[in-house]
């Protein structure tokens, strides 16, 4: 299939990278489409800490410019998506064998001060004997540091950015790779297939974007056929999921003898999520697990400083993710930089621009994509000033900001879900959760529950608006109930969203078709 019609923009890769620069071209007026190998935030976007944060110990390496403006996103984000972005308050209990207590002092100081905070408290120093925080800590750490950062839905901060560009025009392809790319008559000419279909379509754009992540080097040498040498370097962070290992809702922030921190967060209400690591990676992109080495390092780490230990035998999840950094080569992994780079190849000033897209964190993604629309606006010629710094997300239009407020709102509406569902559906999809329940008067009308309150209602919406194909992509992605509900509930989810989708396919291909 050939379709005549260029875009203006098109964007290899459905991370968080490609997921905002599509949001923010589409908002500029632009035609845009994004191809997706597999599903929205299926690798690097969906594999982090789930922090919008600064980057504390970024500091340390004299990363100022990126702390700051990773310090101002965050109240910025805060703002835009208040349901899957919430505040979150981090306590650092002082190691006496490590970092001296001022230079924390300082650093906090630093960290309150750079990104020109307004929503969220300032940082203090307590005595453990006196906090929450203490009672799950060893006897030896009597005092320490809190302060504020902010909690993240990773995917579902994928997924939004993605809907927000679909609404406003652009062509959102999941499941479609981009088999070749090359310059014809000033226009890119793509040839992309159907992964699930195998069906082969032609598209040409004006400019392309690599924002392919790990995989962004394979992308430019296989797909684009470029010969530039690509000096990236992949590093890989893994994570553990654990039974809940404290009853209070405050964070950890460890330091390690290895100069590495380790996170410690409530996940889920049952869980703790820990991590991450730091290393080198050369193994393949499509398959990438936390290793036994790492999970006994994330349990070491932890348990000097907890009472209660744990061993891998407590994970009951773990995952991990590869990060693409620029960076010196003989530099230890945690300290090469977190920054992003974005680079025009040489063509792009005389032929159809190629805008390749290095690094990137998930709280500066908003920023970087608004570089990547400077760096091509003159060459795509298109005028129109950026606007994503006061636009909220879908469903993130909240009177106010006010989570709490909208709850109590959504909870007088329908009193029937109960507080746990209302909370749940409330933080997920913000007021958008009225679509999912429609004219819904009670529980049964929402249909089958296939688990922990996952209803039929919820995953319809999610694969009529959210791309949901598979019960991966709803369970892990798109929530995280996989860890509420019984071991049988994929397969039969699995089932159900098949059957589902085979009357609906016919007309699904009709509206993600390009036009032309």
């Not at 203090?124 to 005092?143: C, E, M, Q, W, Y």
């Not at 932890?302 to 530099?331: C, H, M, Q, W």
Request: aromatic share 8%; charged share 25%; hydrophobic share 40%.
């Amino acid at each position: 299939m050939e379709h005549s019609a260029p875009y203006d923009l098109f964007i290899i890769g459905g991370g968080i990278n490609g997921a905002g620069i599509a949001r923010d071209a589409a908002g500029r007026g632009l035609s845009v489409m994004l191809c997706e190998m597999n599903d929205l935030a299926s690798a690097t976007s969906s594999a982090s800490t789930k922090l919008i944060h600064g980057g504390l110990r970024y500091l340390e390496y004299y990363e100022f410019r990126l702390v700051r403006e990773a310090l101002e996103e965050r109240e910025v984000l805060l703002r835009a998506a208040p349901h899957i972005i919430w505040p979150l308050r981090f306590v650092l209990p002082h190691n006496k064998g490590l970092r001296p207590a001022w230079m924390i002092r300082l650093g906090l100081f630093l960290y309150d001060h750079l990104g020109g905070r307004k929503l969220l408290p300032a940082s203090r120093s307590i005595r453990f004997r006196a906090h929450p925080a203490g009672a799950p800590l060893k006897d030896g750490f009597t005092r320490g540091f809190v302060y504020s950062d902010c909690w993240v839905q990773d995917s579902r901060l994928v997924v939004l950015n993605a809907l927000d560009a679909k609404e406003r025009g652009a062509t959102i392809l999941t499941r479609t790779e981009c088999v070749t790319a090359q310059r014809e008559a000033g226009l890119w000419v793509l040839t992309i297939r159907d992964r699930e279909t195998g069906e082969v379509s032609h598209v040409r754009a004006r400019g392309l974007v690599n924002a392919a992540g790990p995989w962004v080097a394979r992308v430019l040498k296989a797909q684009i056929g470029s010969n530039r040498p690509v000096h990236i370097r992949l590093v890989k962070g893994s994570h553990v999921i654990v039974p809940r290992m404290f009853e209070h809702e405050n964070a950890y922030i460890f330091q390690n003898p290895d100069g590495r921190v380790i996170f410690a967060v409530p996940y889920e209400g049952d869980f703790t999520l820990i991590g991450t690591t730091d290393e080198d990676y050369q193994g393949e992109l499509d398959a990438v697990d936390a290793s036994p080495a790492e999970i006994a390092y994330l349990c070491d780490a932890v348990n000097e400083y907890f009472r209660k230990p744990i061993t891998p035998a407590d994970v009951v999840a773990s995952y991990a993710g590869v990060r693409p950094l620029f960076g010196e080569e003989d530099a230890d992994a945690a300290a090469v930089s977190r920054d992003y780079k974005i680079e025009l190849d040489d063509a792009s000033t005389t032929d159809a621009p190629l805008l390749n897209v290095f690094g990137g964190k998930l709280t500066t993604y908003r920023r970087l994509a608004e570089s990547a629309m400077e760096h091509l606006a003159p060459l795509l010629a298109f005028p129109k000033a950026g606007w994503t710094d006061t636009a909220a997300l879908p469903g993130g239009d909240i009177a106010d900001a006010d989570f709490d407020g909208f709850l109590g709102e959504i909870r007088r509406e329908f009193p029937w879900l109960g507080e746990a569902r209302s909370w749940r559906l409330a933080r997920n999809y913000g007021t958008r959760i009225r679509e999912i329940i429609g004219d819904a008067g009670s529980p049964r009308d929402l249909g089958r529950d296939f688990g922990g309150g996952l209803t039929e209602a919820e995953v319809e919406y999610l694969m009529r608006h959210e791309w949901a194909r598979t019960a991966e992509d709803v369970l892990w992605r798109r929530s995280k109930m996989k860890l509420h509900c019984p071991e049988t509930t994929a397969n039969e989810l699995d089932r159900w969203m098949a059957a589902s989708r085979r009357p609906q396919a016919a007309a699904r291909m009709r509206a993600e078709a390009p036009p032309g």
